[in-house]
């Protein structure tokens, strides 16, 4: 199976650029076989944007449907991170698009991340999981993806693929070097990581999204500027899998 991550700039809560660059990097993402693509945190209005809850959107919205329609018309998957109203609460979350156009999976951010998203968002309270082809997936957003329990968690109900919209910013290099990469390793899977380049108002954005393998390998990493990313996730091969879940002791 191949993956795809779009890595660009904040669309800066201008709806018409947002969907249009997602169709354009869905299109070119499905031209190159890949069977899902995997959009930014909060692509929808942007991450660092004013007013989030007012520009916050249902499930239903016509941008989601618009984006739904897109993954139909190209037979892939898409992930697209976004601000998700729901009656009076506001959620940062991820919306998966299966490749028949319907909605097959909507994550809500478990950990927010700092006073900001704390105070404009309600946190998520379970994880989300969904069969993506041959592969067991979840999605999982930025800050979620950095705990050690939640991804031993999922590795231990049989997920071999995550999929991580993000918004990670400076001066956090280590998180796409090292962090995610290890993540990947240590609990066998596979991590599909999707930043942000650029500047958006006060934050530079990182870039380095990429792309980890189970066996702690990095198939793909995006540099500082606007990239499309995409990768053929291997077989995993038992020898190589760590077996840190099986050896843990208790103290």
């Not at 007012?54 to 991170?81: I, Y």
């Not at 958006?200 to 702690?216: F, K, M, N, W």
């Not at 606007?226 to 208790?250: G, H, K, M, N, W």
Request: aromatic share 6%; with cysteine; charged share 20%.
């Amino acid at each position: 199976m191949k993956l795809a991550v779009w890595q660009g700039r904040s669309p800066e809560a201008d709806l018409d650029r947002a969907l249009a660059e997602a169709e354009a990097a869905l299109a070119a993402a499905a031209a190159m076989g890949a069977a899902a693509l995997v959009l930014p945190e909060l692509w929808l209005p942007g991450y660092n944007q004013p007013d989030i809850p007012a520009r916050a959107l249902s499930q239903d919205s016509p941008p989601l449907q618009r984006l739904a329609a897109a993954a139909k018309a190209k037979a892939t998957a898409l992930v697209v991170g976004y601000a998700e109203r729901d009656g009076d609460r506001t959620y940062n979350s991820a919306a998966c698009f299966g490749p028949d156009g319907t909605l097959v999976a909507n994550h809500r951010k478990v950990q927010l991340y700092g006073p900001r998203e704390r105070a404009i968002f309600t946190p998520g309270d379970r994880f989300t999981t969904f069969q993506l082809g041959d592969e067991i997936a979840a999605i999982m957003i930025c800050y979620d993806v950095e705990f050690a329990p939640h991804i031993k968690a999922l590795s231990d109900e049989g997920v071999t693929v995550i999929l991580a919209p993000t918004a990670n910013m400076a001066p956090f290099t280590h998180v796409a070097r090292h962090t995610v990469p290890a993540m990947a390793a240590n609990h066998g899977l596979t991590i599909v990581y999707a930043n942000y380049c650029g500047i958006e108002g006060d934050l530079t954005y990182v870039g380095s999204s990429l792309i980890a393998g189970p066996h702690g390998e990095v198939l793909a990493q995006a540099g500082e500027t606007t990239a499309l990313l995409v990768a053929e996730i291997p077989t995993r091969d038992p020898a190589r899998l760590s077996t840190q879940s099986t050896d843990l002791r208790a103290i």
